[in-house]
């Protein structure tokens, strides 16, 4: 008795035949790499509500209102874009500091800093309490004793940011129990 020929199987292969099962098992081996454990991850917390989002959205001046407007809409479009390391561009994926330079270079035409490190020590208004912060600012963290991370700060208590290996671009609470412990300042940067 022969098997069904749709069940018949042959140990030679098209090169076309060879070529997509080559692609099917690559892209078998990229999903297997997307769902496996990411190396360091940072805590992430959610809040169902953060406590800053019933405050009005403020803006960093009237004149710099349009400028703030198209670092927004830059920073959300991104959300999803995978962390790499020393990243900074959406094809390559982005680090924090990679973000928020592509995010401020390209909707503002403002060059950054590299680090955020360096970002930090820029010229600019500081902005320390939560409360103050308008849309556009840079925020930044104080992990481990010093500036190591910093976003985009987008309104109603959100911010856009790289946060780690093996996760993406997320929009996430300024005043959760992990980033609100870690905040040391906001930067104006459109004035």
Not at 19 to 40: D, E, M, Q, Y
Not at 136 to 149: C, M, P, Q, R, T
Request: hydrophobic letters at 40%.
């Amino acid at each position: 008795m022969h098997p069904h020929p749709a069940f018949r199987f042959t140990s030679r292969l098209s090169p076309a035949g060879g070529a997509k099962l080559l692609s099917l098992g690559a892209l078998i081996l990229l999903l297997a790499a997307c769902a496996s454990t990411p190396h360091r991850r940072q805590p992430t917390f959610r809040t169902s509500h953060s406590g800053l989002a019933d405050l009005p959205p403020r803006a960093p001046s009237a004149a710099s209102a349009g400028e703030a407007n198209d670092i927004l809409f830059r920073a959300i479009a991104l959300v999803g874009t995978p962390y790499r390391w020393g990243g900074n561009t959406p094809a390559g994926g982005f680090d924090c500091s990679g973000l928020v330079d592509y995010i401020y270079r390209t909707a503002a035409r403002i060059k950054l800093p590299r680090t955020s490190h360096d970002m930090a020590a820029m010229d600019g208004r500081n902005v320390r309490r939560m409360t103050q912060l308008a849309s556009g600012d840079l925020v930044f963290f104080d992990i481990n004793g010093a500036i190591s991370h910093v976003g985009v700060y987008v309104g109603k208590g959100r911010f856009v940011h790289a946060p780690n290996s093996g996760g993406t671009v997320r929009l996430d609470d300024i005043d959760g129990p992990y980033w609100g412990d870690h905040f040391a300042y906001g930067k104006r940067v459109l004035d």
